[in-house]
């Protein structure tokens, strides 16, 4: 293991600590019936945060999961994508599901892909009714958008 | 018993469900073939439907996904040599070289035919472990209940994986978030923010797509074009590989049951069911000299042993209410909302359910070996098709699923974060079964550690049963950590 790595496993580890520690100190807060089991789900979290931290300072292999990743993406395309992620729920949010949904997909197909217009449309047009279709028979009521109760 | 078996035969054949069964081996089918995607994205995205409908068919629809899987992941391994699920890996070593050698139809022929044996002989072994387990689960109360949670979490946390700490921390996690939302014990929400839309807790459907689907969606882009690279062809065989299935019967037998070991086991599941029967085949093979160039027994074995894992793996998940794996934790979860409660009552309370799974179970693993067979050719190009073009299909298919848990906005931007934890987890080697089981047992640990503290007090810990399943969690701990120290060693 490198010693970048090393780092953001560090940081990953801190992160994963924090989250345990706000658990356990918003869990002293509850009821006492309510209290026993987050603590202790908790206390165990920060204690194999603790170990685990301790095991990377000296140097020792932290070991992996059988599905963990072989051919991860890279920590700058995992952040671009997230933020398109964020980026297209904030188009939701403001415009509704379908016109969101519709310029997701022709942006990612025509920029990204680099698919021609015609095929871009056609994909875009049948993901699209195919959902909305879906839509009916379920009875699904998709996100309108903060902006179609203005019009 | 057997009134029970017959009916659930009869209801299991009934069109509605038969048509909810075919959808099932169908996504199963699909998602088998695409490497990367895996069966828990494919449970998870079909998880949602199952809540509106009739509780048989909406399960038989999930062990309709599970069943095919391994069935149809063959098709990568062998024609591309790309595994095409964690319970295939293996078979790409015999069954690719088969194909290069222009035996292609005769490794899947074999594998095919394989896996449907194991699916068979695996929903036998749940059939034949009801009466057995019988008397054993019904005389468990729950402090017995609460222990056998514990070990199959630690179990799950130590096996997944070379980490022993990094699966007990995820399943730690997978507990803590369990409790987020409205107290099942006392009247308050506990770690809602303020939030009504956490009131409930986070979604179960969004975070086992944000764990599972968003990090291989994400890593599979990252690498770009086709799933697969161009494959070879099917070639001929296609009778050779039924005779090869006839001629190795015993192996079938044997790797079958040793599937069903493994599926009984919590936490060894897919990714080592493959190793661990290849590994037992060329121990035991008198001739060892063609494995790895091309032999037909090293698809056969863990082909066998791969579908015989799910027979092998609902019998903990429904009989004591504790999932051996992240599928079985999303049809577990889809019972609970179903009202179902898993665990030693479905054999006095549900016991035409059980049976129902475990015909639909069987007849999933034949339609979908029927199937192969017959659609060997468009099935095997499907691998071939740039993911740039699946991904609209993909891409909404996560986000309706995700909205589907509450249809709140608040389910997309969940979905981000459960996403965000899912690929740093990834990245960084913690498994994520341990969290997801983790979180769908919170409840139920919860509730019996109240129960059992206030009816027994600390007196439950002398309780024999809780004795006898303690020294075996701690023994299984211990061998993990040293296994993992050993391991490490080496290294």
Same mark, same amino acid.
């Given at each position: 293991?490198?010693?970048?790595?090393?780092?953001?496993?560090?940081?990953?580890?801190?992160?994963?600590?924090?989250?345990?520690?706000?658990?356990?100190?918003?869990?002293?807060?509850?009821?006492?019936?309510?209290?026993?089991?987050?603590?202790?789900?908790?206390?165990?979290?920060?204690?194999?945060?603790?170990?685990?931290?301790?095991?990377?300072?000296?140097?020792?292999?932290?070991?992996?999961?059988?599905?963990?990743?072989?051919?991860?993406?890279?920590?700058?395309?995992?952040?671009?994508?997230?933020?398109?992620?964020?980026?297209?729920?904030?188009?939701?949010?403001?415009?509704?599901?379908?016109?969101?949904?519709?310029?997701?997909?022709?942006?990612?197909?025509?920029?990204?892909?680099?698919?021609?217009?015609?095929?871009?449309?056609?994909?875009?047009?049948?993901?699209?009714?195919?959902?909305?279709?879906?839509?009916?028979?379920?009875?699904?009521?998709?996100?309108?958008?903060?902006?179609?109760?203005?019009? | 018993?057997?009134?029970?078996?017959?009916? &659930?035969?009869?209801?299991? $054949?009934?069109?509605?469900?038969?048509?909810?069964? #075919?959808? +099932? /081996?169908?996504? *199963?089918? %699909?998602?088998?073939?695409?490497?990367?995607?895996?069966?828990?994205?494919?449970?998870?995205?079909?998880?949602?439907?199952?809540?509106?409908?009739?509780?048989?068919?909406?399960?038989?629809?999930?062990?309709?996904?599970?069943?095919?899987?391994?069935?149809?992941?063959?098709?990568?391994?062998?024609?591309?040599?790309?595994?095409?699920?964690?319970?295939?890996?293996?078979?790409?070593?015999?069954?690719?070289?088969?194909?290069?050698?222009?035996?292609?139809?005769?490794?899947?022929?074999?594998?095919?035919?394989?896996?449907?044996?194991?699916?068979?002989?695996?929903?036998?072994?749940?059939?034949?472990?009801?009466?057995?387990?019988?008397?054993?689960?019904?005389?468990? &109360?729950?402090?017995?209940? $609460?222990?056998?949670?514990?070990?199959?979490?630690? #179990?799950? +946390? /130590?096996?997944? *994986?070379? %980490?022993?700490?990094?699966?007990?921390?995820?399943?730690?996690?997978?507990?803590?978030?369990?409790?987020?939302?409205?107290?099942?014990?006392?009247?308050?929400?506990?770690?809602?923010?303020?939030?009504?839309?956490?009131?409930?807790?986070?979604?179960?459907?969004?975070?086992?797509?944000?764990?599972?689907?968003?990090?291989?969606?994400?890593?599979?882009?990252?690498?770009?074009?086709?799933?697969?690279?161009?494959?070879?062809?099917?070639?001929?065989?296609?009778?050779?590989?039924?005779?090869?299935?006839?001629?190795?019967?015993?192996?079938?037998?044997?790797?079958?049951?040793?599937?069903?070991?493994?599926?009984?086991?919590?936490?060894?599941?897919?990714?080592?069911?493959?190793?661990?029967?290849?590994?037992?085949?060329?121990?035991?093979?008198?001739?060892?000299?063609?494995?790895?160039? *091309?032999?037909?027994?090293?698809?056969?074995?863990?082909?066998?042993?791969?579908?015989?894992?799910?027979?092998?793996?609902?019998?903990?998940?429904?009989?004591?209410?504790?999932?051996?794996?992240?599928?079985?934790?999303?049809?577990?979860?889809?019972?609970?909302?179903?009202?179902?409660?898993?665990?030693?009552?479905?054999?006095?309370?549900?016991?035409?359910?059980?049976?129902?799974?475990?015909?639909?179970?069987?007849?999933?693993?034949?339609?979908?070996?029927?199937?192969?067979?017959?659609?060997?050719?468009?099935?095997?190009?499907?691998?071939?098709?740039?993911?740039?073009?699946?991904?609209?299909?993909?891409?909404?298919?996560?986000?309706?699923?995700?909205?589907?848990?509450?249809?709140?906005?608040?389910?997309?931007?969940?979905?981000?974060?459960?996403?965000?934890?899912?690929?740093?987890?990834?990245?960084?080697?913690?498994?994520?079964?341990?969290?997801?089981?983790?979180?769908?047992?919170?409840?139920?640990?919860?509730?019996?550690?109240?129960?059992?503290?206030?009816?027994?007090?600390?007196?439950?810990?002398?309780?024999?049963?809780?004795?006898?399943?303690?020294?075996?969690?701690?023994?299984?701990?211990?061998?993990?950590?040293?296994?993992?120290?050993?391991?490490?060693?080496?290294?």
């Amino acid at each position: 293991m490198t010693k970048r790595e090393r780092t953001y496993h560090l940081l990953f580890l801190a992160l994963l600590a924090a989250i345990f520690g706000y658990g356990l100190v918003t869990a002293l807060g509850f009821f006492p019936g309510g209290r026993f089991f987050p603590v202790t789900a908790t206390a165990i979290g920060l204690a194999c945060c603790g170990a685990l931290a301790l095991h990377l300072f000296w140097g020792a292999e932290a070991g992996a999961a059988l599905d963990a990743s072989t051919k991860p993406a890279e920590f700058s395309y995992a952040a671009l994508f997230f933020l398109a992620f964020g980026f297209y729920i904030a188009v939701v949010y403001a415009t509704g599901f379908f016109p969101a949904t519709a310029l997701a997909l022709l942006v990612f197909l025509r920029g990204y892909a680099r698919v021609g217009l015609v095929a871009s449309a056609c994909v875009t047009g049948a993901t699209l009714g195919g959902t909305y279709l879906f839509g009916i028979l379920l009875n699904i009521s998709w996100p309108r958008g903060v902006l179609s109760s203005l019009v | 018993m057997l009134d029970a078996a017959v009916q &659930a035969f009869f209801i299991v $054949l009934q069109p509605g469900h038969l048509v909810y069964l #075919m959808v +099932g /081996v169908g996504v *199963g089918l %699909a998602v088998g073939v695409l490497p990367g995607l895996g069966g828990i994205v494919g449970m998870a995205l079909l998880l949602p439907l199952t809540f509106t409908m009739d509780a048989t068919a909406g399960l038989a629809m999930l062990i309709g996904v599970a069943a095919v899987i391994t069935t149809s992941d063959t098709f990568v391994s062998v024609l591309m040599g790309v595994p095409g699920s964690a319970g295939s890996q293996a078979t790409v070593v015999d069954g690719y070289a088969m194909a290069q050698k222009g035996e292609g139809a005769r490794a899947l022929s074999a594998a095919f035919l394989a896996s449907m044996f194991g699916g068979i002989i695996g929903a036998l072994a749940l059939c034949l472990s009801l009466p057995i387990a019988r008397e054993l689960v019904l005389s468990f &109360a729950s402090p017995e209940l $609460l222990m056998m949670s514990v070990m199959g979490l630690c #179990m799950i +946390g /130590v096996l997944s *994986g070379n %980490a022993p700490l990094k699966g007990i921390l995820a399943a730690s996690l997978g507990l803590f978030l369990g409790t987020w939302g409205a107290s099942n014990i006392t009247a308050e929400y506990r770690y809602s923010f303020d939030m009504d839309y956490l009131f409930d807790g986070v979604p179960l459907v969004v975070l086992s797509l944000g764990l599972y689907a968003i990090p291989e969606f994400l890593d599979v882009l990252s690498r770009g074009g086709s799933i697969a690279r161009k494959g070879l062809s099917v070639g001929s065989g296609w009778g050779e590989g039924a005779r090869d299935v006839r001629r190795h019967w015993p192996l079938v037998a044997r790797h079958s049951l040793v599937g069903v070991g493994v599926g009984i086991v919590p936490g060894l599941g897919a990714s080592i069911v493959d190793w661990l029967n290849y590994g037992l085949l060329v121990r035991t093979a008198r001739d060892k000299s063609k494995f790895g160039s *091309g032999d037909v027994r090293g698809v056969i074995a863990p082909e066998s042993a791969n579908n015989a894992k799910e027979g092998g793996a609902l019998i903990p998940t429904l009989l004591f209410g504790v999932p051996g794996s992240a599928g079985m934790a999303l049809l577990l979860s889809a019972m609970v909302v179903q009202g179902i409660q898993p665990g030693p009552r479905m054999l006095t309370d549900n016991l035409e359910l059980i049976f129902a799974l475990v015909w639909s179970l069987a007849i999933g693993n034949v339609v979908g070996t029927a199937i192969c067979f017959v659609l060997s050719r468009p099935i095997s190009r499907l691998a071939l098709v740039p993911f740039n073009l699946l991904f609209p299909i993909v891409f909404t298919l996560i986000i309706v699923g995700a909205y589907q848990s509450t249809r709140h906005i608040g389910d997309l931007m969940a979905l981000i974060a459960c996403g965000v934890l899912g690929w740093l987890m990834k990245r960084f080697g913690f498994p994520r079964a341990p969290l997801l089981i983790g979180f769908i047992l919170s409840a139920l640990v919860e509730r019996n550690l109240w129960i059992t503290l206030n009816r027994y007090g600390w007196d439950w810990l002398s309780r024999p049963g809780v004795l006898v399943i303690g020294v075996f969690t701690i023994l299984f701990l211990g061998f993990g950590v040293r296994a993992a120290l050993r391991r490490e060693k080496a290294a």
